[in-house]
């Protein structure tokens, strides 16, 4: 058993086996769905069929495991984002726009829902982000109130993945002096989605408008006023599986610069043989394995106790996607004028690459928050 210690065990193995089954089954779709701004039908139809979604979703409700499994989740989330951004979205949406229903809804509400998230008949969203709000969400202006016998929710979300495909948004919303989620069902009256915004990798956006949104009572997710503590929880068991993507997308990106640099020769030899060309693939391929290791290490703790190990999946994700940034840019660089033409996959990895490190957590967000942890911890042994 000793040489398997840092190795996968076998059943997420399978699930490797199975989601790169999945990813490559989209191959001949990817180029088209990473440049669409709505859901591409033939990768939401391969998904469907595969039945990898119900990996988001507990088992009481008809998904894969037990419970959702960090690790898990991740893993998949490397396979999918190794050959496309879109197939990669749709499938982390599901779990990251429904994990507060697992974790706070009622009993009817979760009935409703996860299901149809687990077999991807139902779309999920996640509505934080205002227009003048993002990292600090505790400004946000969304409100909640009840009113006989009903919520009543009002504001303004902005780049909000799914939005106009989603089924149904998680919002959070003020309430009081406190802050809940709230589940609204896109068909509820007074719900409109537009989309003013694109990014420079087209990405399923919108924003999403409340005006007098009237919901059950019951689709408030947990207790009045512990929005924030469902939002950590949804943190801490899917930040860790952002790392897992980009590190499917870095290796992707170096593949193509390692078949470009092996066939293209310069000076009579191939660019992979070339002054400092080996030097920056390979540095790619170990800042790759580096990332690789942690958000698995990262992913297994966060699966054993999501809470806890929440400053391993903050360390994984910046580290991972910081990585993809610089190992994108690099393969960029060694293709020259072949790195830099439109409608090559290179081109669109490094598109893809950028906005891992601002959402889910931006790098500097999270360092500072990891530094005040450091400080806290240290002041803690010293006592
Ligand atoms: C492709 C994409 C998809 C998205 N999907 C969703 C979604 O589904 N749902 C949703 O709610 N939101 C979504 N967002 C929004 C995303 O969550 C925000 O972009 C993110 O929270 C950062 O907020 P901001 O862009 O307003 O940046 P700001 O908060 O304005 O930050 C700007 C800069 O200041 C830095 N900064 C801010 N605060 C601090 C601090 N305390 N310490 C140090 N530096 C700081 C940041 O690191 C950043 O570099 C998405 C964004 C993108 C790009």
């Not at 989740?73 to 050959?83: D, G, I, Y």
């Not at 229903?101 to 996860?114: H, M, N, P, Y």
Request: hydrophobic share 45%; with cysteine.
């Amino acid at each position: 058993m000793e040489n398997v210690l840092f190795e996968l065990p076998e059943r997420y193995l399978t699930l490797q086996r199975e989601a790169r089954g999945v990813a490559a089954a989209c191959a001949d779709v990817a180029a088209r769905a990473d440049e669409a701004d709505r859901f591409d039908p033939d990768v939401r139809s391969r998904l469907t069929e595969s039945g990898l979604c119900s990996v988001v979703v507990a088992g009481e409700f008809g998904g894969r495991f037990a419970a959702v499994d960090s690790l898990a989740v991740t893993v998949v989330r490397e396979a999918l984002a190794f050959e496309s951004a879109h197939l990669d979205s749709m499938f982390a949406m599901q779990g990251i726009g429904s994990f507060a229903i697992s974790v706070g809804g009622s009993d009817a509400v979760r009935k409703q829902w996860l299901a149809p998230v687990g077999s991807l008949e139902a779309i999920a969203a996640l509505a934080l982000t205002e227009p003048d709000v993002g990292s600090d969400l505790r400004a946000i202006k969304t409100t909640v109130a009840s009113d006989g016998g009903e919520l009543v929710v009002n504001g303004h979300k902005s780049f909000i993945t799914n939005a106009g495909d989603a089924d149904f948004y998680s919002v959070l919303c003020r309430e009081g002096d406190g802050y809940s989620l709230v589940l609204v069902p896109a068909d509820t009256p007074g719900v409109s989605v537009t989309s003013p915004h694109q990014v420079i990798a087209p990405h399923v956006l919108g924003d999403v408008m409340f005006d007098d949104v009237r919901v059950p009572e019951d689709h408030r997710l947990g207790e009045p006023g512990n929005g924030f503590k469902l939002m950590l929880a949804t943190l801490a068991t899917f930040r860790v599986s952002v790392a897992g993507a980009a590190v499917g997308l870095a290796q992707a990106a170096l593949e193509e610069a390692l078949r470009h640099t092996s066939a293209r020769e310069q000076f009579g030899v191939p660019l992979a043989r070339l002054g400092p060309v080996p030097a920056k693939l390979a540095e790619s391929w170990v800042e790759i394995e580096m990332a690789r290791a942690m958000s698995y290490r990262a992913a297994a703790a966060a699966a054993r106790d999501p809470f806890t190990a929440l400053h391993l999946s903050s360390i994984a994700k910046v580290g991972a996607t910081e990585i993809a940034g610089r190992t994108v840019d690099r393969c960029v660089q060694v293709m020259g004028r072949f790195g830099l033409l439109q409608g090559s996959k290179i081109e669109r990895l490094y598109r893809e690459a950028r906005p891992m490190r601002i959402y889910e957590g931006s790098t500097e967000v999270i360092l500072d928050s990891l530094a005040k942890k450091l400080v806290k911890d240290r002041a803690q042994v010293g006592r």
